[in-house]
């Protein structure tokens, strides 16, 4: 059991990942503003069956035109997790910082660059830390309908648990015996690409 080898099927499309985030900006003057919100996620992918998070705190904007954009917030939480398998090394609660940033530039008359950042690190576990970032370019087809192209890395530094069956020997060799289970952490980055069409009205 701590001596195996992982083999991986062929790799196929499996994702099942389900979120839902919000948050309430309170501007206190032109620079600095009070934060509010929270989200939850459900991420097979990534092992989390049910996840959490709360956070307050304050953040500045630093750029505010009708060309470029920048802002960045820093808030202390509460995170509640639950993965599939559940995980020795972290505590299913757990107070949480957070840092993040948002930014937007025009690139051309009719496209813009986008980019947000958000970090969280369990402040229990050190090595317990993710980030979740965004790249896009829009591009303006006509008045109302645009072409959006992104990608995301969603990075976790103490990915959660999966289980294998354990075999004496390669399956793929032939007579091979079940002779238990073993867990391996998942890998630790996820990339997500998207390609669409967005119709303003």
């Known amino acids: 059991e701590d ?16 979120y839902f985030n ?6 206190i003057n032109d620079r600095f503003y009070w934060v509010t919100g929270g989200g939850w996620q459900k ?16 953040g500045n904007t630093w750029k505010d035109t009708d060309t470029i954009k920048f802002k960045t917030d820093y808030t202390f939480g509460l995170t509640t ?4 398998i559940k995980d020795p090394l972290r505590e299913d609660k ?4 957070r840092l993040a940033y948002d930014f937007m530039t025009k690139i051309s008359k009719n496209a813009q660059f986008d980019s947000d950042l958000v970090f969280v690190a369990n402040m229990k576990t050190a090595e317990d830390w ?4 965004l790249n896009a370019v829009t591009s303006n087809l006509t008045g109302m309908l645009a072409l959006r192209a992104s990608i995301r890395f969603i ?3 103490l990915p959660a648990l999966e289980e294998f069956d354990l075999f004496d020997t390669d399956p793929a060799e032939g007579d091979a015996d079940l002779i238990g ?16 069409l967005v119709v303003t009205f």
């Open 94 to 97: 757990y107070p949480s910082a």
């Open 155 to 157: 990075y976790y530094h």
């Open 81 to 84: 997790r639950q993965d599939e």
């Open 3 to 18: 001596d195996f080898v992982i083999v991986y099927p062929e790799s196929k499309l499996d994702n099942e990942r389900y």
């Open 22 to 27: 919000g948050r309430f900006d309170k501007q």
């Open 43 to 58: 991420d097979s992918n990534a092992g989390i069956d049910n996840r959490v998070d709360l956070f307050l705190g304050a």
């Open 181 to 196: 289970t073993v867990t391996n952490r998942k890998k630790a980055l996820d990339t997500i690409v998207k390609v669409a």
């Open 130 to 133: 993710t980030f979740n970032n």
